[in-house]
């Protein structure tokens, strides 16, 4: 981990606390969601598939769509870990910072800051943490096979 990962900074800490690896696989989170919810609202049908120069004709798109399935949950997965280690991280460091200096160099953080600034961490972490994780729940759902 690169050292100003783990430094106490607190415009670093209050800046965003997800790490560079959390913010990729969020990304391809939500990528691989965003094709698996457009596969199923566009009704997409894939007859072939072109890898690597060679063409592979589907015969059963059902595996497609369990294939699929794995991949968003596999980064779903990955994101849930790697959030919730960096979500407590950073209130670890939080904590400390707060024990030993004001959040802010040269100003103490005053009860009403301090309720502001814990409301715009808490929106944050939903929007960095909570939305991702639904969205990938919905790319989830939308692959499952109608009975």
Same mark, same amino acid.
């Given at each position: 981990?690169?050292? &100003? @990962?783990?430094?106490?900074?607190?415009?670093?800490?209050?800046?965003?606390? #997800?790490?560079? !690896? !959390?913010?990729?696989?969020?990304?391809?989170?939500? $990528?691989?969601?965003? =094709?698996? *919810?457009?596969?199923?609202?566009?009704?997409?049908? =894939?007859?072939?598939?072109?890898?690597?120069? $060679?063409? *592979? @004709? *589907? !015969?059963? @798109?059902?595996?497609?769509?369990?294939?699929?399935?794995?991949?968003?949950?596999?980064?779903?997965?990955?994101?849930?870990?790697?959030?919730?280690? /960096?979500?407590?991280?950073?209130?670890?460091?939080?904590?400390?910072? !707060?024990?030993?200096?004001?959040?802010? %160099?040269?100003?103490? #953080? @005053?009860?009403? &800051?301090?309720?502001?600034?814990? #409301?715009?961490?808490?929106?944050?972490?939903?929007? /960095? =943490?909570?939305? %991702?994780?639904?969205?990938?729940?919905?790319?989830?759902?939308?692959?499952?096979?109608? $009975?």
């Amino acid at each position: 981990m690169p050292s &100003d @990962e783990r430094s106490d900074d607190p415009l670093r800490v209050l800046s965003g606390f #997800l790490t560079e !690896t !959390t913010r990729h696989v969020r990304r391809t989170l939500l $990528a691989v969601s965003t =094709v698996a *919810i457009a596969s199923k609202v566009l009704d997409v049908h =894939v007859k072939t598939l072109s890898l690597l120069g $060679a063409t *592979i @004709e *589907i !015969t059963n @798109e059902r595996w497609l769509s369990h294939g699929l399935f794995f991949v968003v949950l596999y980064f779903w997965v990955m994101f849930v870990v790697y959030a919730f280690s /960096d979500v407590h991280r950073s209130r670890n460091a939080l904590t400390r910072i !707060t024990r030993r200096q004001s959040l802010l %160099p040269g100003m103490a #953080l @005053e009860y009403r &800051d301090s309720r502001s600034a814990s #409301l715009l961490l808490g929106f944050r972490g939903l929007l /960095d =943490v909570i939305l %991702p994780m639904v969205y990938g729940i919905v790319g989830m759902v939308a692959l499952v096979p109608k $009975a």
